[in-house]
């Protein structure tokens, strides 16, 4: 039985597949690349030392979708296929919708066609909006403040629908806060083209040479250095998170939700301070007013997950930051 996972070239998912295979699980990727390079699977295959089973698909292809069900024996589904800036999702709504909540009815209705009723959904610590208290816990009111939030709130209350109207389903909703880092092989991470819309690749670019400065947007809310704080987590954490709830998706049904992130907030002038320290000089940013719709501090109460899924954070900001470096460092060549 294999796992099927979507987006599974992507940052979190590429990482997620790693975790799988080290922990014995055969793994399909569905991924139609539209924000990563196939370069990754060849990096997963270096280190985890096997193949990995790639399907170049678009999840709205139901009739592709249909081949590989009927293809292969899946057993579960993670999904990571959809797309996630913010920013872009406010000038193209439709864009977003289209893809992410046509995306998610697409694999739904072909796996109940198939009668694969467990499945692993990514959403985001967005579908909080502006937390009235912090931390935030998964029974906290939910509010979002872009499509992009919309999409993933939307795609939560589809899935406690389909929950409630057919108990076999098995589904997990994990609500990540804000993944960083990379492999420890630094063969796999996160890079974009351009201005990055997340600050960890911002810091990283400024570090590397390829940006001037880091834009820091606010340093007057009430914090402890006035920026915005967050709860930054390791990606290879978050996708060790994925494995213990498949445990859960193995034998449980009906819908469970989880926060994933450390319970510790770090602000933005706090994670450019330690980085600089990993790199050994002095990440260059600049203060602009805040930027609309950000939320001066968000961080996650992980205990729900810490105690069902047995699962907590291990690595710290300086973990997170080493290894964003050196995954950056050697994808420019360089050694780390
Ligand atoms: N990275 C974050 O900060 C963050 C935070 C919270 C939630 N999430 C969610 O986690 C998931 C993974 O995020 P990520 O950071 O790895 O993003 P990513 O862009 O690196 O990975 C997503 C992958 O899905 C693929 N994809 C998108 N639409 C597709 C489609 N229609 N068909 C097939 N493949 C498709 C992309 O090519 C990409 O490889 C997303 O659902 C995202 O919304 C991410």
């Known amino acids: 039985m294999a796992i099927l996972v979507t987006g599974g070239i992507g940052y979190i998912g590429s990482h997620t597949v790693v975790e799988l295979m080290e922990s014995g699980y055969d793994v399909i990727i569905l991924d139609n690349l539209c924000n990563s390079e196939i370069i990754i699977k060849d990096r997963i295959e270096e280190i985890t030392g096997k193949t ?65 009723k467990k499945l692993i959904f990514s959403s985001s610590a967005t579908v909080y909006g502006v937390a009235e208290k912090m931390p935030v816990t998964e029974e906290d009111k939910l509010s979002v403040t872009n499509p992009y939030g919309r999409t993933k709130l939307m795609a939560e209350e589809i899935l406690n629908d389909i929950c409630k109207s057919d108990e076999k389903w098995s589904v997990v909703v994990l609500r990540y806060f804000n993944p960083v880092g990379a492999h420890e092989s630094g063969l ?17 670019k400024v570090a590397a ?10 340093d007057d809310y009430n914090t402890m250095d006035g920026t915005g704080v967050r ?18 998706v193995e034998k449980e049904t009906g819908i469970n939700t989880y926060n994933l992130g450390t319970g510790r907030g770090y602000s ?26 950000d939320v001066a501090i968000c961080y996650a109460d992980p205990s ?33």
Request: proline fraction near 2%.
């Open 52 to 116: 990995v089973k790639f399907y170049e698909a678009d999840l709205l292809d139901e009739e592709r979708l249909e081949d590989i069900f009927r293809e292969n024996d899946i057993s579960a589904v993670i999904d990571f296929a959809a797309l996630k800036a913010v920013g872009e999702s406010v000038e193209e709504p439709l864009k977003y919708y289209c893809n992410n909540i046509g995306g998610l009815l697409a694999l739904l209705k072909i796996m109940k066609k198939y009668n694969v």
């Open 231 to 248: 709860d930054y987590i390791h990606v290879v954490d978050l996708a060790k998170g994925h494995i213990k709830a498949l445990e859960v």
């Open 304 to 336: 729900k997950a810490n105690k069902e899924l047995n699962w907590k954070a291990s690595l710290n900001i300086e973990d997170m930051c080493r290894d964003t470096w050196k995954w950056k460092s050697m994808s420019m060549g360089k050694e780390f």
């Open 188 to 204: 796999i991470g996160e890079d974009c083209e351009g201005i990055p819309s997340n600050i960890m690749p911002y810091i990283m």
């Open 209 to 218: 040479g390829e940006l001037e400065e880091v834009t820091v947007f606010g």
């Open 268 to 293: 933005v002038l706090q994670l450019i301070k330690q980085f600089s320290e990993v790199v050994g000089k002095k990440v260059s940013y600049k203060i602009l007013g805040r930027r609309a719709g």
